[in-house]
Structure formats: C-alpha cells, structure tokens
C-alpha cells in the first residue's frame, strides 16, 4: 500500500468514479472534484501529492488552474487529460506549467505508470550525488532534490526537478535532447517538451534566462549543466 494521495478533477463524473476505484485499487489514496474551484477548495485544507486534471471543464479551465497552482507556489506533480492530442496541445500543457499530458481516451493502466513515474522524479533522490551543486547564489541539494537560495527554498515543479535532477547526474557533459527525453518519460511528446522544460527551469535558476550561465545550449547538440559561482 502507498499513503501517496491523488487529487482527481474532471465534470465526467462516470470517468471520476472509475478513476477513483481503479487508483484506490492500486494503493492510493484518492480525492476527487468536479471543476476547478471545488479542487482548490480541497487543496486549501489538503496537500495531494499529485493532481489529475481535465482541461475542459465549465468555469475555470485545467490550464488556467495549472497556470495558477504554479504562480502560487505549487510544486506537486499535475498531469492533464484532455480529448485534444495533437502535439501542439500537449505543449501548451507544458507551458503552463503541468508536467503531463494524457489524451482521452486512455488505458489506466497508462495513466497510472505516468503517475508513478512522475511521483518517482518528485520524491527526493536517495540515490543522487552527496554533494550539494552550487549554481550562483543557489544551492540545489541532489540528495533531497530541493533548490535554495539566500532567501529561503525555491518551489520547483516536478518536472523541474526531474530535469535538474538529470543534469546534476552528469555535470559538464552535453547530454542530447533525446536522451534528456527518455530520462523525463517524455519521448512520446517528442524533444520539443525537452525545450519547454529547459525554458522553465532557466526562469528558476539563471540570473537572466536570456543569457544563461549555468544551463547552456550545445547547438546541434543537446544542453549542458555547467555549476559554478
């Protein structure tokens, strides 16, 4: 059994139910809501350790909900569902901030191995470097996965410490967008979400994202971590 907790979100409440006892079947601990403002409604007095949300739903849509969890500090994984697949869609997912996206209809069985991974990328790292990686004035400890600063903890989203994460792996080494990819589980989304990522995290860690010192494009390459002071 996993004590993890699943905040579900989706105005099909048939789709709800079968969620709801096939995540629970699987050990989880499962929430459910029906439009956005009843799942800020729960998480105002609950913290899920992951959210699955429907992109089209009355009132306020699962982008502008990621887009606003995100601005106010969450960092929990949030994978979206939606029945519009096409790539661009699924980038636009990204941008706002999710770290998944799932088009309907979908196989549980994949919906949960997504879960899985992305509650894997956002638990800390037991098994990361000991040292703690300098990037400026930030710190980011790998053996715990958490980025500080002089001000206190950054929030980093899942999908910004999975790929953080990744490059500490290797440090200094150009690693190509595709191999960034298989490490995220994002090939089927293709290396275009790679470079949303890599846009994301630089907000996060550069003094100016337009010029970055730590996270460096390799042209025809791929990217590098290069820490420093």
Do not use: C, W
């Not at 050990?27 to 899920?48: F, L, N």
């Not at 899985?116 to 956002?122: D, K, S, T």
């Not at 001000?151 to 999908?159: E, F, K, P, R």
């Amino acid at each position: 059994m996993t004590s993890e907790h699943i905040l579900v979100v989706d105005d099909d409440r048939r789709l709800l139910r079968l969620l709801q006892r096939y995540l629970m079947e699987q050990g989880y601990r499962v929430t459910t809501a029906e439009d956005a403002a009843q799942a800020r409604k729960v998480m105002a007095v609950m913290a899920p350790d992951a959210l699955v949300l429907d992109i089209t739903m009355p009132g306020e849509s699962g982008l502008d909900l990621t887009r606003g969890l995100r601005e106010a500090g969450f960092s929990l994984p949030i994978l979206l569902l939606t029945a519009r697949g096409e790539p661009a869609d699924r980038i636009a997912g990204l941008e706002t901030g999710a770290d998944d996206y799932l088009g309907k209809p979908f196989e549980p069985r994949e919906l949960l191995l997504r879960l899985r991974a992305h509650l894997r990328h956002h638990a800390p790292l037991v098994n990361a470097a000991p040292r703690a990686l300098r990037l400026g004035k930030l710190e980011f400890d790998a053996a715990r996965g958490l980025l500080n600063g002089p001000d206190g903890a950054i929030h980093l989203t899942g999908g910004e410490a999975a790929l953080l994460s990744v490059l500490t792996q290797r440090p200094g080494d150009v690693m190509s967008r595709e191999a960034i990819a298989r490490a995220l589980d994002l090939d089927e989304i293709g290396e275009r979400a790679v470079d949303v990522q890599v846009t994301r995290l630089r907000r996060r860690i550069e003094p100016d994202p337009r010029e970055p010192r730590f996270l460096q494009t390799v042209r025809g390459k791929g990217y590098v971590l290069k820490p420093g002071h």
